[in-house]
């Protein structure tokens, strides 16, 4: 396995907007490093900055303190067109574009190479076709950008990213407006990039759940607390998950790594059996405020089977008519 190297470093990093009269700070003291052939995650509730960090990272903000390094060169040294040949950007706003092919927009990548309106040789085509093969877009080639899927047309910016040859690529809300299926194949897609092309991919998202199961590090951002950086192994052990996402109804469970929600518990009855079955009953059981631990006492008592259920002596064939059993049995106690 290829050596990772650090591809961008932040010190004391401060971010906002600067107006007229003052600065309106977002975050402060950010010490942090991107590495190449990793897939990093930037986490945090609503209003901690994570906009803004990003827009500082791409120079599309400056930044109110601090320093930005990327390959060991301060951004501010960076030229338009220099910076173009390093960072590839993929933002969350939707296209408008009408009049454009898939191709035509994937070869966009090129302009810094070629020029806006330049003319591509043989070298720059290859790549394009290349682009779009690695993401797996070859059959949309000559569509029309109007017609593609969300899910489909944000794989086509990470195709004109990949296309603009740039050793990081920074995405904001990549899986944004796409369904469940969509957000877990374009999150698997951009590991794949960072592990088999070495790129450093630096992405915000809300979806806490993919990013812990997909991110090979996690920056957690809120203004209490700054920012903490780890995997998300490490961050669910020493506990920090719970510091960053607690909420009532919510809770982060350490053996699995993930979010959990949590039902108010007011009833209790008794449930028997293990496996697969057994779990989903549990769990369709919790959703209805009810604890089913084995050792609860009563006389309602569910026994999970190999093909169904059994309930004070009865058979049921499906949870969906155990909880109206268990529901009805409920209320006339």
């Known amino acids: 396995m290829k050596r990772r190297e650090e591809t961008v470093r932040v010190v004391r990093l401060e971010t906002g907007y600067q107006s007229k009269n003052k600065a309106t700070v977002i975050t402060r003291d950010i010490n942090a490093s991107l590495y190449s052939g990793e897939l990093t995650c930037l986490l945090?509730?609503?209003?901690?900055?994570?906009?803004?960090?990003?827009?500082?990272?791409?120079?599309?903000?400056?930044?109110?303190?601090?320093?930005?390094?990327?390959?060991?060169?301060?951004?501010?040294?960076?030229?338009?067109?220099?910076?173009?040949?390093?960072?590839?950007?993929?933002?969350?706003?939707?296209?408008?574009?009408?009049?454009?092919?898939?191709?035509?927009?994937?070869?966009?990548?090129?302009?810094?190479?070629?020029?806006?309106?330049?003319?591509?040789?043989?070298?720059?085509?290859?790549?394009?076709?290349?682009?779009?093969?690695?993401?797996?877009?070859?059959?949309?080639?000559?569509?029309?950008?109007?017609?593609l899927s969300d899910g489909e047309r944000q794989k086509v910016m990470i195709a004109k990213a990949l296309a603009q040859e740039t050793p990081i690529i920074f995405l904001d809300e990549p899986t944004a407006f796409l369904d469940y299926p969509s957000k877990v194949e374009i999150m698997q897609l951009l590991q794949r990039l960072a592990r088999e092309k070495g790129k450093?991919?630096?992405?915000?998202?809300?979806?806490?759940?993919?990013?812990?199961?997909?991110?090979?590090?996690?920056?957690?951002?809120?203004?209490?607390?700054?920012?903490?950086?780890?995997?998300?192994?490490?961050?669910a052990i020493d506990g920090e998950m719970c510091k960053y996402f607690h909420r009532e109804g919510v809770v982060f469970d350490r053996e699995s790594g993930l979010f959990q929600i949590s039902h108010k518990i007011d009833k209790m009855i008794r449930l028997i059996g293990d496996g697969a079955r057994y779990n989903m009953v549990k769990k369709a059981l919790a959703r209805q405020g009810i604890d089913a631990s084995g050792n609860n006492p009563g006389e309602t008592v569910i026994e999970v089977k190999d093909n169904g259920y059994r309930i004070n002596g009865s058979e049921v064939s499906s949870i969906g008519a155990l909880l109206d059993i268990v529901n009805d049995l409920l209320s006339t106690e």
């Open 44 to 147: 945090g509730p609503n209003g901690a900055g994570k906009s803004t960090l990003l827009k500082t990272l791409t120079a599309f903000l400056p930044p109110l303190g601090g320093e930005i390094y990327i390959e060991h060169k301060a951004l501010g040294d960076y030229s338009d067109a220099e910076l173009s040949k390093v960072i590839g950007v993929v933002l969350t706003e939707k296209l408008t574009l009408n009049n454009m092919t898939v191709e035509e927009l994937v070869g966009m990548g090129r302009s810094p190479y070629t020029g806006f309106w330049g003319r591509m040789g043989d070298h720059d085509r290859q790549i394009v076709e290349d682009s779009i093969e690695l993401v797996g877009i070859g059959n949309l080639k000559g569509r029309m950008i109007h017609t």
């Open 200 to 235: 450093t991919v630096f992405l915000s998202t809300h979806d806490l759940e993919l990013a812990l199961q997909i991110a090979d590090k996690v920056w957690l951002l809120d203004k209490p607390h700054g920012v903490t950086i780890g995997t998300p192994e490490d961050l």
